[in-house]
Every structure is written in C-alpha cells, then in structure tokens.
C-alpha cells in the first residue's frame, strides 16, 4: 500500500539527521524536496530513485504550495514509498500540515517523520541557548514572514517586552521593520540580538549587535537567516564553538 512520510531534513547539517529519516529516504521511489534540505542528503537515495524538487525562495516558487499538495497526491497513486523532505521539521513553518490534511482528505497513507528545528539548532551552533537558568526561561518562535494578504497581523508584538528569548524565522528581509517595531513599543535600542545565516552549515556567519544595529550589521547575508533576540545573545562568546 503506498506511503507518503512527510520528512524532516533538520537544518542543514547532514549528521543531524534522524536514523528514521535516513531509512525513509534510502527506501524511497520518489523523493520531493525542498530548497533548504542540503543536497548530501539527496546522496543518501537510491540510484532509482526519482527526485522532484519544489524548492521555494522569497518572491520565487518552484510551484505554489496548492500544487505541491496536489504533485505529493499524484505521486501516491504512482510510487509505493513517497518521500517528502521538507527543512528543519515539517510542523514549524513547514507547512507540513497542510500537506499531511490534503492526503487525509484523499485517504492516502501518511506518516510524520519529525526534523530537528533550526529554531533550536542555528542557535545551539552559534553558541547561543535558547533558554538558560537566571536569564530567561522561555522562548518563542515566530515567523519573520507573514501571509502579506493578512489585513492584521497575528504576531501579538505587545507581548514581547518581556526577557524570553524570540526566535524569528524567514524574517531577515523584514528585520528593520522587526526591530524598529521592538523598539517603538519599548524594547531597549541597546537589547542583545544576533543573525545567523545558513547555520548548522560550513558557511555559517553569525552578527552580533543590538536591536539598534543589526539592520546595518547584517547587510547582504547570505539566506536562510534567522534573528534570535535576547539576553542568551550575550553568552555566545564563551560558549561559541562551531565557527
């Protein structure tokens, strides 16, 4: 019976792949997948296997994501095991949902394989915790990037101006507008923040500043970039170790 396994690739290191994800891959007939799953991984597949890629970047889609749905269903009624590999984990901004109710809807077998989280990982290579005792004890992730045919937005910007730890992913085409409104509602200018690009990775770049700053100190990184906020930015110098 086929199969579809809807596959986090984790955020760009090829040791942080799961063993389940590296079974699922190796067994697959077909292999869907995005821009940000590092090419190594696609080594992992077997010579038959057919690779699709459906890759999307900011302002350019492979195929939007109504017939990325439709091309993971088609592939079902022609190959047995169905591989969907999606960046980081399929439920965090990766619209693995959506996928995962379009198959149900058409009674099509599937399974979620989850993905180790850039929200948690990019930070941990740059020598950042997310959450550390005496400095803060929660953190958020939010997207950078919201549907721009939303009228209001849903990020509730109010409800930052505590000391937690806000990771925002797809945000660094937005991070002046970000900062600025942190700023405007109260954050300190002086409050510790940090981009990272292409974390996890032999490319990794990490910028340190201030939300007063970063905009400036950050130009022209290369994506995928997150913005982590918070006073965990500070502990990077001792604990840096990756770059």
């Not at 009624?77 to 995962?100: I, M, Q, S, T, W």
């Not at 099509?108 to 930070?123: D, L, R, Y």
Request: net charge negative.
């Amino acid at each position: 019976m086929p199969k579809v396994y809807l596959t986090g690739a984790g955020p760009g290191d090829v040791e942080l792949l799961t063993l389940k994800a590296v079974r699922v891959i190796q067994n697959a007939d077909v292999l869907i997948y995005d821009r940000l799953v590092n090419p190594e991984i696609l080594e992992l597949a077997k010579e038959s296997c057919d690779l699709i890629y459906v890759g999307k970047e900011d302002k350019k889609h492979t195929l939007p994501q109504e017939a990325i749905n439709e091309l993971i269903y088609q592939a079902s009624l022609k190959y047995e095991n169905v591989v969907r590999l999606k960046g980081g984990d399929p439920f965090v901004f990766g619209r693995g949902g959506e996928e995962a109710l379009y198959l149900y809807e058409r009674n099509i077998k599937f399974e979620i394989i989850p993905g180790i989280t850039s929200a948690i990982a990019v930070p941990a290579y740059a020598g950042i915790p997310v959450t550390h005792r005496g400095i803060t004890t929660s953190f958020r992730v939010v997207t950078g990037h919201e549907n721009p045919k939303k009228k209001i937005s849903q990020i509730e910007w109010e409800t930052f101006l505590n000391d937690e730890t806000i990771v925002f992913l797809m945000g660094y085409h937005n991070i002046e507008l970000i900062s600025s409104k942190l700023i405007a509602l109260g954050k300190r200018k002086d409050y510790p923040c940090a981009v990272i690009s292409k974390g996890t990775t032999k490319e990794q770049e990490v910028v340190v500043g201030t939300l007063e700053d970063i905009t400036n100190k950050s130009k022209n990184l290369p994506t995928p970039a997150m913005i982590i906020i918070g006073e965990v930015v500070t502990l990077r110098e001792q604990i840096r170790w990756f770059d």
